[in-house]
């Protein structure tokens, strides 16, 4: 096995994690509602802007976890404004399939705001396959993050995760953060960590 940075935009690499982003992940992400195509968007726009990287765990050529990490969470926004036109181009006919998504849309642009909390870098995505659960690679790529942080001059970064979420609360918790505050958002309790890289 083994852990890859990634800073640059590498559409087949970054395919394969679009797609194990939306298997692991659709069941509570809503921006996978969006689609392989959003995600992609997202990802090269955060990667152009240089406030962004992944860490890929691979096994035979295969990726089965990644971890997406910020540098400035707040210029997330502005990232995807720059893109809007592509953006919407994908989100148009699903929206137009399914309104109640203009709702979500909306709070999500109120998700910095929710946050309201001085700590800019962020992990924003973390995934494994369901098959490499349980075996340390969450906590690897965790590790492998914060060693890009630390040489990117970060000490601390945040993450946040559905209270109900039993067991990626106790993955942070025991990966050494802690829940600085929790807030609402798309009728959910979220917790909000942080951690100081040491």
């Given at each position: 096995m083994r852990y890859k940075s990634l800073y640059k935009y590498d559409e087949v690499l970054l395919k394969e994690v679009a797609n194990l982003h939306n298997d692991a992940l659709s069941y509570r992400s809503f921006i996978t509602n969006f689609g392989i195509n959003f995600l992609l968007e997202i990802y090269k726009g955060i990667l152009a802007a240089r406030i962004g990287f992944f860490v890929i765990a691979q096994e035979n050529d295969r990726v089965i976890g990644f971890?997406?990490?910020?540098?400035?969470?707040?210029?997330?926004?502005?990232?995807?404004?720059?893109?809007?036109?592509?953006?919407?181009?994908?989100?148009?006919?699903?929206?137009?399939?399914?309104?109640?998504?203009?709702?979500?849309?909306?709070?999500?642009?109120?998700?910095?705001?929710?946050?309201?909390?001085?700590?800019?870098?962020?992990?924003?995505?973390?995934?494994?396959?369901?098959?490499?659960?349980?075996?340390?690679?969450?906590?690897?790529?965790?590790e492998e993050l914060e060693k890009q942080f630390k040489k990117n001059g970060v000490s601390r970064y945040k993450v946040t995760v559905h209270n109900a979420m039993t067991d990626s609360n106790r993955f942070y918790l025991d990966n050494g953060?802690?829940?600085?505050?929790?807030?609402?958002?798309?009728?959910t309790q979220w917790n909000l960590f942080a951690k100081d890289i040491l």
């Open positions: 971890v997406l990490c910020c540098s400035d969470s707040d210029r997330i926004f502005m990232v995807m404004l720059k893109r809007c036109l592509i953006l919407l181009k994908i989100i148009f006919p699903i929206v137009f399939r399914n309104p109640s998504l203009i709702k979500r849309l909306i709070e999500t642009s109120l998700y910095f705001q929710k946050e309201n909390v001085n700590v800019k870098p962020e992990l924003l995505v973390i995934a494994v396959r369901q098959e490499f659960r349980s075996k340390q690679i969450g906590t690897n790529l965790v953060m802690k829940i600085l505050k929790t807030f609402y958002l798309y009728d």
